[in-house]
């Protein structure tokens, strides 16, 4: 029987691919020496498919690492694109996350050292979210639809103060991990019964360093959606 491609649901009869999860770019390639590229967990999908997401990954990648300075596997993406821009590849996107490092945003003073890091949130969680469907697949081997409403909460280390984590993220981080890539990717899941539903909760942490939290509904059971009028 043919595989399903996870991210369109439709049979791959051809073009077929294995799409990593998380995607292969947030190893760095020093780290790729290390580690068995064959034993990295891998889902179905068609290869037009998964390259359509390619472009949002490197974003993703050149412009979270950042925010993983200090760990292993963060400093070691940062060596990677350094060098990739001081040998004129991805010299446009280095700008532009460059770019996005404001020190007066709106013309306002912040502290010595302080800056703001803009991030184009769409193609963050463009990217996030294709990798919840992945790990959906993975965990349940149905196809998680890409219209299933869903909410995102991304922490960075920089943070200030307490974060605002609701008690059904709290409950996520007590759950044992499941990631198999200590350093680059872990992840934790959660699946709920609530007053408004059943729920899926995924907690995910990137580069020792930044936490991402995933809550969607389950396939067929979300609320109606509201009229557009």
């Known amino acids: 029987m043919p595989d399903i491609c996870y991210l369109c649901g439709r049979e791959i009869l051809d073009d077929a691919t294995r799409d990593h999860v998380p995607p292969l770019q947030f190893f760095a390639s020093s780290l790729r020496r290390v580690v068995n590229l064959d034993r990295l967990v891998t889902t179905p999908a068609h290869l037009t498919c998964n390259r359509s997401y390619g472009a949002d990954e490197e974003y993703f990648v050149w412009a979270l690492s950042p925010l993983a300075t200090g760990t292993t596997a963060g400093d070691a993406i940062t060596r990677d694109n350094a060098a990739k821009f001081?040998?004129?590849?991805?010299?446009?996107?280095?700008?532009?996350?460059?770019?996005?490092f404001e020190e007066r945003p709106s013309g306002l003073?912040?502290?010595?050292?302080?800056?703001?890091?803009?991030l184009d949130g769409e193609r963050i969680k463009r990217v996030i979210w294709k990798i919840v469907r992945g790990l959906y697949f993975l965990e349940t081997s149905t196809i998680l639809p890409e219209e299933t409403m869903y909410s995102v909460e991304l922490i960075s280390p920089f943070d200030d103060g307490e974060s605002d984590l609701s008690e059904i993220y709290e409950m996520?981080?007590?759950?044992?991990?499941?990631?198999?890539?200590?350093?680059?990717?872990?992840y934790k899941y959660l699946d709920a019964r609530t007053d408004a539903g059943r729920i899926h909760v995924w907690g995910m942490l990137l580069w020792d360093k930044i936490m991402v939290f995933v809550a969607h509904f389950h396939p067929g059971a979300e609320p109606p959606r509201p009229a557009v009028t």
Request: aromatic share 8%; charged share 30%.
């Open 109 to 118: 003073y912040l502290p010595h050292g302080k800056s703001i890091k803009r």
């Open 172 to 186: 996520v981080k007590a759950r044992p991990s499941k990631g198999a890539y200590p350093g680059v990717f872990d």
């Open 86 to 100: 001081r040998t004129g590849r991805n010299v446009k996107l280095g700008a532009k996350v460059l770019k996005e």
